[in-house]
């Protein structure tokens, strides 16, 4: 069978879904500038563990180098790019555009967000757009893609190879709801999902289930959030500030109790406190690739790109299926 009737893109995240391997997909946060560098070292580094990468878009609502760019410079290296749009900054022209253009120069993924609300940026007095929401955006670049239309109802000419994903929260309030929004999602047309950090693993668990009674696993692929922690004050602060993220004060605790193993010095504790947290992220892995239905992990080393190939390789992950 010709490779056009068995994938929708060229993407390698795609290849590994569908031929049914655990999938690896990690994250480069682009620079307050014009150096573009920083992304070609993480890219060269990660490329041969992971299956794509992310690279944010405003992240936090902070003023960064475009996804666009980002994924361009990690071509450049080899790495697969997964370009990541939020609603919050353009509306349905702008989004469309740089959709032709990503496509134009290889890009092959994307993840559809809504944005965080720029009143925690750098410009908190910036004008949200929200022009579309995310499931609106996956339906658009579903339509893109497979009917080859803009949302005005004109022809696009050209190809449009694109593996299309969005987000999933399963911890977010009410719990109850979190698998009907990420249903509308999936008829949207997602073909994979990124869940935020998982950390209580038995709450997603049981999300998990519920996803599997709606039969959702058989019709998008979801990749696991993990976040390295590598300091219970890190961990104390995601429990308390960041929305969505469910942290067990547990585990707070234990990483507590490796930072104290090294008393007063500090150099010391934070050894301690990085092996834990190690420790800790293999043993979340591990135990979500024993859940029915997921299909992969998304590492988010915030700042730590470098344990990446230390988790994938500890974690029996690599080296990553070569797909065609």
Known sequence: MAQSQQFKSNSKLEKVLTQGHFAVSGEVGPPKGTGAEGIREKGAMLK???DALNVTDNQTAIVRMCSLAGCTVLKQVGADPLMQIVCRDRNRLAIQADVLGAVALGINNFLCLSGDHQKFGNHPNAKGVYDLDSTQLIATLRQMRDEKK?????????DMPM????AANPYADPFEFRVTRLAKKVNAGADFIQTQ?????DKFARYMELVRDMGLDK???ILAGIIPVRASGMARYMKNFVPGVAVPQSLIDRMKTAEDKGGEDKKQRAEYGREEGISISLELIERVRQIPGVHGIHIMAVNWEEIVPVL????GLYPRPQVL
């Open 150 to 158: 803009f949302i005005c109802g004109e022809d696009i000419s050209g």
């Open 312 to 315: 994938v390789e500890r974690a």
């Open 163 to 166: 593996f299309i994903g969005a």
């Open 48 to 50: 041969e563990y992971t």
């Open 197 to 201: 950090a998982i950390y209580d693993i």
């Open 219 to 221: 019709r998008t692929h």
